[in-house]
Antibody, heavy 120, light 106 residues
Framework: QVQLVQSGAEVKKPGASVKLSCKAS????????IHWLRQAPGQRLEWMGW????????RYSLKFQGRITTTRDTSASTAYMELSSLRSEDTAIYYC?????????????WGQGTLVTVSS | EIVLTQSPATLSLSPGERATLSCRAS??????FAWYQQRPGQAPRLLIY???NRATGIPARFSGSGSGTDFTLTISSLEPEDFAVYYC????????FGQGTKLEIK
């Protein structure tokens, strides 16, 4: 069965960077793009960006442009998201999610989420 | 940015009742629209895509309708596991979500 398993919780200081992982199984990793989204306390779900495992192409939300980097390791069926210059407002649960089809930009399978806490 | 506004914020119903949830977009999104369910402590689950198509494995009691700016999610007869938070999402212009409707047991 399709599974996305994310790395564990992180605690970071303001100004630091965090790199999260998302390991895919149960399907051909290069077939579907992987999105990254986040859910801050009391806030809406927010789309951050995606990476295409087939070719490494990326696209980012304008809000995070300059601070976000999404990559992938096809040999490990793993996608990564690095967010830099962290601030307290970046405290959130971060999710990876698989695209529902060929660039449909709906999200069918999700990881379990990674809590990132930014605090001095 | 397209803003999605969901109503009501909270809906209190009993199992077996019919639930109707609404989402309004600040500008037309055509049918590039989805609904998700999120149970406590879990990731969201795709229910409906392209406004009215059920995602794989979603029970027939869930249905979606609408186009343009006004959309509805209907749950025909509530099961205990349906009490959760529901989000709408558009993909017409970037990808944004509504603030959620909490469906709680009355």
């Amino acid at each position: 069965q399709v599974q996305l398993v994310q790395s564990g919780a992180e605690v970071k200081k303001p100004g630091a960077s965090v790199k999260l992982s998302c390991k895919a199984s149960g399907y051909i990793f290069t077939t579907y793009i992987i999105h990254w989204l986040r859910q801050a306390p009391g806030q809406r779900l927010e789309w951050m960006g995606w990476v295409n495992p087939a070719n490494g192409n990326i696209r980012y939300s304008l809000k995070f442009q300059g601070r976000i980097t999404t990559t992938r390791d096809t040999s490990a069926s793993t996608a990564y998201m690095e967010l830099s210059s962290l601030r307290s407002e970046d405290t959130a649960i971060y999710y990876c999610a698989r695209d529902y089809g060929d660039h449909l930009y709906y999200f069918d399978y999700w990881g379990q989420g990674t809590l990132v806490t930014v605090s001095s | 940015e397209i803003v999605l506004t969901q109503s009501p914020a909270t809906l209190s119903l009993s199992p077996g009742e019919r639930a109707t949830l609404s989402c309004r977009a600040s500008q037309s999104v055509g049918t590039y629209f989805a609904w998700y369910q999120q149970r406590p402590g879990q990731a969201p689950r795709l229910l409906i895509y392209d406004a009215s198509n059920r995602a794989t494995g979603i029970p027939a009691r869930f249905s979606g309708s609408g186009s343009g700016t006004d959309f509805t999610l209907t749950i025909s007869s509530l099961e205990p596991e349906d009490f959760a938070v529901y989000y709408c999402q558009q993909r017409s212009n970037w990808y944004t979500f509504g603030q959620g409707t909490k469906l709680e047991i009355k």
